[in-house]
């Protein structure tokens, strides 16, 4: 890298506004945290600086806004500016960590791109809020201080509300409904595993069904844990 801007007679760079800092004294700062909340290392291997273009050469700084002040203007999201790119976030992310970097399509991966990505493009990016637990284990680690999983969760009602899934909350109700009956848990469980047993695969992973695209339902129980349980109670008295 070192090479190619010094062999070179234009030097153009691009950063973002966020990176800019206030004063010279606090690089040491940013660098050490850096660092450690990358890779745990004390110090980077190498750390180029800049202050002039040799004479006869030119150097050029490009500041992007790309949508930067409009998350400066969103108060509950302006925080997510702060991020120094360490990747902590996404290192400790129980998703992150069987998913990889790059599985969700967004160019800042990881828990952060998942509460940046949506500010830029909230149709693209609307169901990266909801791939989370809300485990807090980003917030946790966050050299800045970022409350990442809040603001997931932030997003995910900003979200609901430009774009209501009227199908997915009638089944939430509907879900709802059983979970708080048992008799209805009971009896819809004794459906479903008579039923999707008997059911052909084409009609499970029709075109309708987004869910099992990728996806394919585990084998089904032939009893529910309830009556296992207490069978095998009986049979041990
Ligand atoms: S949000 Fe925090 S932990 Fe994640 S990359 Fe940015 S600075 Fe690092």
Redesign the pocket.
């Given at each position: 890298a070192d090479m190619g801007v010094h062999l070179a007679d234009v030097h153009i760079a691009c950063m973002g506004i966020e990176k800019l800092i206030p004063r010279r004294n606090d690089l040491g700062v940013f660098l050490r945290l850096l660092a450690r909340?990358a890779t745990g290392q004390a110090i980077t291997n190498y750390t180029s600086h800049f202050r002039g273009p040799e004479k006869g050469k030119q150097i050029h700084l490009i500041l992007v806004d790309n949508g930067r002040t409009e998350q400066l203007g969103r108060e509950k999201f302006r925080n997510?500016l702060?991020?120094?790119?360490?990747?902590?976030?996404?290192n400790t992310c129980p998703i992150y960590r069987r998913s990889g970097g790059f599985s969700y399509q967004s160019t800042v991966p990881?828990?952060?791109g998942s509460i940046l990505s949506p500010g830029l493009d909230l149709k693209k990016y609307s169901s990266l809020p909801f791939a989370s637990t809300l485990c807090g284990s980003?917030t946790d680690?966050?050299?800045?201080k970022?409350n990442?999983h809040e603001q997931l969760y932030e997003w995910r009602q900003e979200i609901t509300k430009a774009n209501p899934n009227h199908a997915e909350s009638l089944s939430m109700k509907l879900a709802s409904g059983i979970f708080k009956s048992p008799l209805a848990y009971r009896i819809s469980g004794i459906l479903m595993r008579k039923l999707i047993k008997n059911l052909p695969d084409s009609l499970i992973y029709n075109p309708w069904n987004v869910w099992g695209k990728g996806r394919k339902l585990p084998e089904t129980p032939q009893e529910s844990f309830r009556n296992w349980y207490l069978n095998h109670r009986k049979n041990e008295q």
């Open positions: 909340s997510s702060k991020c120094i790119r360490c990747g902590a976030c996404m990881g828990p952060i980003c680690v966050c050299p800045v970022i990442i």
